[in-house]
């Protein structure tokens, strides 16, 4: 069977201009065949009915009425109904939302998602002045904003690999597995994870700690002088005398889950009855997804190949500001800090 009104080519998504309307009130008062009409504008024969439906009106001739198609008003009536369009409308309506969204972006480094999700919970704009996370993102990818679809930072798609479970060849302290399903399910404060952020592979260089609280989200980063197990050691001990001096803080800190790296080879040796060191599986590090997370928020700061000698305090804190002060849908919107301070209320 031969399709006549097959066009592999076909102009999809795009409205109909006044030269192809004219076309077709030409090719009509010449009583030519509507799918002829179709096949040399490149469009489907639904287009053509609906557009002489939309510009059809009635004409006197010799004295008599008809209807005949008339591309003056086509056009006419298209370009009213188009005017009352919400999206062709909206960014203007909407210019000082995306103004605000546009310097928290660059400015101050929040996602798309976290300017919505605090603009909201803030009420810093009416809600017919504001648009939602997709559509802010459709703007980016249509070219509406100064953001550019490169400047996103998670815009390149990464690449899925299949879990492989292997053997644990070295036991540190306790498994994972023994951990309480209250720290899994991220219902109790308390909990952290820790992991180690390098600069070079000079193993003399030093290296950040860094820390995260599981249910606030809080990210704390300390430097240490190098690599060694002792020196991670003595780092997160330092870190933890803050909180197990003070009563009224000690459960600030409950347990701290680790990877297998041999910089954690001695950590265990902290934990108490108020302290709990767990090891999460070998290569499985979305056991340990929020930190390996903030890492990443850290490397924009501080990128591979510099050494951590170098980087400034001042670096470090600016790079923790960010984290903590930046809003998170999963968190309702606030920041960790924000959380985090409020769970320290509550302990006291």
């Keep these: ?9 076909t102009r999809s998504r795009k409205h109909l201009n006044y ?22 504008l490149k469009r489907s024969r639904t287009t053509i009915y609906s557009e002489l439906k939309r510009g059809t009106v009635v004409q006197i001739k010799q004295g008599k ?8 008003a086509g056009q006419i009536k298209y370009e009213k109904m188009h005017s009352h369009s919400i999206s062709h409308k909206k960014v203007i309506r909407i210019g000082r939302f995306l103004d605000w969204v546009e310097e928290r972006f660059i400015k101050d480094g929040w996602s798309v998602d976290s300017t919505v999700g605090h603009a909201k919970r803030m009420a810093l704009f009416k809600e017919c002045e504001m648009a939602c996370t997709k559509t802010i993102y459709n703007y980016i990818h249509q070219a509406s904003l100064s953001i550019r679809p490169i400047d996103l930072p998670l815009i390149v798609k990464r690449s899925q690999r299949k879990a492989h479970t292997r053997q644990n060849k070295k036991r540190l302290g306790a498994s994972i597995d023994e951990r309480p399903s209250s720290i899994d399910t991220r219902e109790e404060f308390g909990h952290w994870e820790i992991d180690t952020v390098r600069g070079t592979k000079n193993k003399n260089d030093q290296v950040l700690v860094t820390l995260i609280e599981r249910k606030t989200r809080l990210y704390v980063v300390l430097r240490s002088q190098s690599g060694r197990a002792e020196d991670v050691k003595c780092t997160l001990e330092t870190w933890l005398s803050t909180f197990t001096d003070s009563e009224n803080l000690k459960d600030i800190c ?12 001695t950590i265990a040796e902290l934990a108490s009855d108020s302290l709990d060191i767990y090891f999460a599986h070998p290569y499985s590090s979305w056991e340990r997804g929020s930190n390996e997370r903030h890492n990443g928020l850290l490397r924009r700061f501080i990128p591979k190949g510099m050494p951590i000698s170098t980087v400034s305090e001042s670096l470090i804190r600016r790079a923790m500001r960010q984290c903590n002060n930046l809003p998170r849908k999963i968190l309702g919107y606030k920041t960790p800090l924000e959380a985090f301070l409020e769970e320290v209320r509550l302990l006291g």
């Design 1 to 9: 069977m031969e399709y006549t009104n097959h066009i592999t080519s």
């Design 254 to 265: 409950k347990s701290i889950t680790s990877d297998n790296g041999s910089e954690f080879s």
């Design 65 to 72: 009425s008809c209807l005949l198609y008339c591309a003056d």
């Design 19 to 40: 030269a192809e309307r004219f076309y077709i009130e030409q090719r009509t008062r010449a009583k030519c065949n509507i799918t002829r009409i179709a096949q040399d």
